[in-house]
């Protein structure tokens, strides 16, 4: 059986470290435009998986928002990395709970 969430989530992480260590613009740019599609794709596929009422899809809609606003100031000043960090661990705790919440 293929593990669709397995396999996105290795692509993922393999793609950011990639993008990390690519130093050639142009493969820089083309990556980034496969890592936005990919992503993009995921945003469809939990929209049509998840009720947008759930409790635990706002809650982790708000983690969320706090992660990507903490990860600007992460990106301007490197001292705020670790704020980043605890910041995007309670996102992912609330996206694991919404995770949690499908009964299948």
Do not use: C, H, R, W
Not at 1 to 9: F, G, H, V, W
Not at 25 to 54: M, P, R
């Amino acid at each position: 059986m293929a593990d669709l969430n397995k396999k996105l989530s290795d692509t993922l992480q393999n793609l950011t470290q990639v993008i990390a260590q690519t130093q050639d613009t142009d493969q820089q740019t083309k990556l980034l435009s496969l890592q936005a599609n990919v992503a993009g794709n995921l945003q469809v596929l939990v929209d049509l998986t998840f009720d947008a009422s759930l409790p635990q899809y706002l809650a982790a809609t708000q983690a969320l928002d706090a992660a990507n606003l903490e990860s600007g100031a992460a990106k301007s000043d490197l001292n705020k990395v670790a704020a980043y960090i605890q910041v995007l661990a309670q996102a992912a705790a609330q996206v694991a709970n919404l995770a949690g919440s499908i009964k299948l």
